[in-house]
């Protein structure tokens, strides 16, 4: 089995009965994870790992069950030292060998360590629990055409779907207009949601929609956006990892405007 793969994740807050006894253990330092390339899969420790790695397993974050393992977490000092084979790398440089549910089960990691599932205040007894904070993302289409944009911040050549925080009082169906009309004048209508997605980068809940044109020409955001134009499906920039909501949102978006094609269905040897 590939370890940065699993094939089921159930979140749990308890420990679930009859479990294996053997567990995954998401080990991190900030935002970098434990993993060994040993023999050239990457994989994360398993409890038996631990005691050869110098880890400690004090007060561990129960995260879930993995493929009928449970899934803990722990946070590595600073300047802890692990054995040849073994590196803390950063989970965004992981995401070719991650699979959805892997990041499901980091994403929960990274989040609860950095928070907990909630702190009381020593004073009055109540209850904080960690701060979420959601995300429009949005596919504005127009016929055969996808508005996307480049983040002053982004790689040169690089493009993806227009986004933005919710602010207080807001809709997500609000956020979307305004953040596109802010970041490129341009209207929408026809508002579907599609998918969510937590991101804990750090602290984020993506939820993507796509809408229709409305109207408008494009009018990029001084200081925020480097460029946005209308892209035909057939002739896309370079875009966001496969493992992002925002790229499969697109391709969602770029299935629906082509619209069914049964012969590269039955030709194309990879699903999209």
Not at 89 to 103: P, T
Not at 110 to 134: D, K, N, V
């Amino acid at each position: 089995m590939h370890p940065l793969s699993f094939d089921q994740f159930t979140l749990g807050d308890r420990e679930a009965e009859g479990a294996s006894p053997e567990s995954w253990w998401f080990v991190l330092q900030g935002t970098r994870l434990l993993v060994s390339r040993a023999g050239g899969q990457p994989s994360i420790p398993l409890a038996a790992d631990l005691g050869g790695l110098g880890i400690s397993a004090v007060d561990p974050l129960y995260l879930g069950i993995a493929d009928g393992r449970p899934c803990r977490a722990v946070e590595a000092p600073a300047g802890q030292a692990v054995p040849d084979g073994w590196s803390f790398e950063q989970v965004r440089s992981l995401f070719g060998l991650i699979g959805d549910r892997f990041f499901t089960a980091a994403s929960r990691a990274l989040q609860l360590l950095e928070w907990e599932r909630a702190r009381e205040c020593g004073a009055c007894g109540e209850l904080f629990y960690p701060r979420i904070s959601p995300a429009a993302i949005v596919a504005v289409v127009r016929a055969d055409q996808l508005l996307l944009a480049r983040a002053r911040r982004f790689p040169y050549g690089f493009y993806s779907v227009l986004a933005g925080f919710v602010e207080p009082g807001e809709t997500l169906e609000q956020c979307v207009q305004r953040e596109v009309r802010e970041e490129t004048a341009v209207e929408v209508k026809n508002i579907r949601y599609f998918a969510s997605q937590p991101w804990p980068f750090p602290h984020s809940l993506m939820v993507a929609f796509t809408a229709d044109y409305a109207g408008g020409e494009i009018r990029c955001q001084d200081g925020e956006i480097a460029d946005a134009r209308w892209f035909a499906v057939d002739h896309l920039p370079a875009l966001p990892h496969r493992l992002s909501v925002a790229r499969r949102l697109i391709d969602h978006a770029v299935a629906d405007a082509r619209g069914p094609s049964p012969i590269a269905e039955s030709t194309s040897p990879e699903a999209r």
